[in-house]
């Protein structure tokens, strides 16, 4: 367990809901690599879960797991005593909030009093790092719907081979009064109607992150996600060594 990172600077952190369109679309693996990109910046970073039924940010850290994001909202926890820190090769600091709950716990943290405990989670973070990315699901839950409703932009996340989900995931940001800012395709080398492509890569979930310290197409897609997602502009490290 880690405590959570303490911003460098006086503003309040920026805050990026990741939306997929469908499942599969690979939102985890997407915050996980923009964070760790980001945090070659000297900045601090937030990934809050709130992905409670696949639970799939919790395979990207390492150790023992004592207390998670859906802990936090059931028992009205703080931040820090469910955030855990991924190690990147950046001189930030990337500090994960993931869900890892049996049945029971997962059915209580889906309640609309825990999505308000939610977004006070979302709020928190915003105090304590510079950016803050939300892993969120298809919007079908009260979690996915306070992350969007707390955050202040939305990308939309959809596999390279089924954009023609985003119709469908734009409206229902909208329904809730937000707005989808960026549109990405992932696992895709072609043509696509989206805003940004990321290209397919291979690697296991035990050896993620590589944007902080590969360069190549797949960290330029992650580069732009990131650029498009927080108007901040990155810089990518390539094969031959680290750029910072």
Not at 69 to 97: K, M, Q, S
Not at 125 to 151: G, M, Q
Request: with cysteine; proline share 5%.
């Amino acid at each position: 367990m880690y405590s959570v990172v303490e911003s460098g600077n006086e503003r309040m952190g920026d805050v990026a809901a990741f939306v997929g369109t469908a499942g599969g679309a690979g939102v985890t693996r997407l915050c996980i690599e923009s964070a760790a990109l980001l945090s070659t910046e000297d900045v601090g970073v937030v990934v809050l879960d709130a992905a409670f039924a696949t639970q799939g940010l919790a395979t990207h850290l390492s150790g023992r797991l004592s207390t998670d994001v859906t802990t936090l909202v059931t028992e009205e926890r703080p931040l820090g005593e469910a955030a855990y820190e991924l190690e990147t090769a950046g001189d930030g600091t990337v500090v994960c909030v993931p869900a890892r709950a049996p049945f029971e716990r997962m059915a209580r943290a889906k309640t609309a009093d825990a999505a308000q405990a939610f977004e006070r989670l979302v709020d928190e973070a915003r105090e304590r790092a510079e950016y803050v990315l939300v892993d969120v699901p298809p919007i079908a839950s009260n979690e996915a719907v306070a992350a969007v409703a707390a955050a202040d932009a939305v990308t939309l996340v959809a596999p390279g081979d089924r954009t023609e989900t985003v119709p469908r995931m734009r409206d229902r940001v909208s329904d809730i009064g937000a707005d989808a800012d960026t549109v990405v395709a992932t696992r895709t080398d072609g043509a696509s109607v989206a805003d940004v492509t990321v290209p397919t890569d291979a690697t296991p979930a035990g050896e993620t992150p590589v944007a902080d310290t590969e360069g190549g197409p797949f960290t330029a897609g992650v580069a732009a996600v990131v650029e498009n997602s927080f108007d901040i502009a990155v810089d990518q490290p390539t094969n031959e060594g680290l750029l910072w």
